[in-house]
């Protein structure tokens, strides 16, 4: 390996490997999704969430394979007519997309 390709590489790894860390804490998510969503939806399997149906669980959601980090966030931030508009914070956003990525199967 030349010596440049290999400090170019040395140089750019700590980088991509930073880029994919998330942010948020998924035990706040948690804490968060138990006082806010489990309302509507089984926030873990076995864990708190309403007697009904009424919403898919989180580990449903976390299943699908269009749910991503982008596509959790782009949904909680746009209002929809059969969930309440929380106004989550970026912290509070942070958190919740956490925990979802984390119940991923």
């Known amino acids: 390996m030349r010596p440049w390709l290999l400090a170019l590489s040395l140089a750019v790894l700590p980088g991509l490997a930073l880029a994919q860390i998330e942010p948020g804490d998924p035990g706040a998510g948690k804490q968060l999704a138990a006082t806010?969503?489990?309302?509507?939806?089984?926030?873990?399997?076995?864990?708190?969430?309403?007697?009904?149906?009424?919403?898919?669980?989180?580990?449903?959601?976390?299943?699908?394979?269009?749910?991503?980090?982008?596509?959790?966030?782009?949904?909680?931030r746009t209002p929809h007519a059969n969930m309440p508009d929380y106004r989550l914070s970026r912290e509070e956003l942070d958190d919740i997309v956490a925990y979802l990525l984390m119940v991923k199967p």
């Open 36 to 76: 806010w969503c489990a309302n509507c939806h089984r926030i873990a399997p076995g864990g708190p969430g309403p007697a009904s149906d009424i919403a898919p669980s989180f580990v449903a959601i976390a299943a699908l394979p269009s749910t991503t980090s982008m596509s959790l966030r782009a949904y909680l």
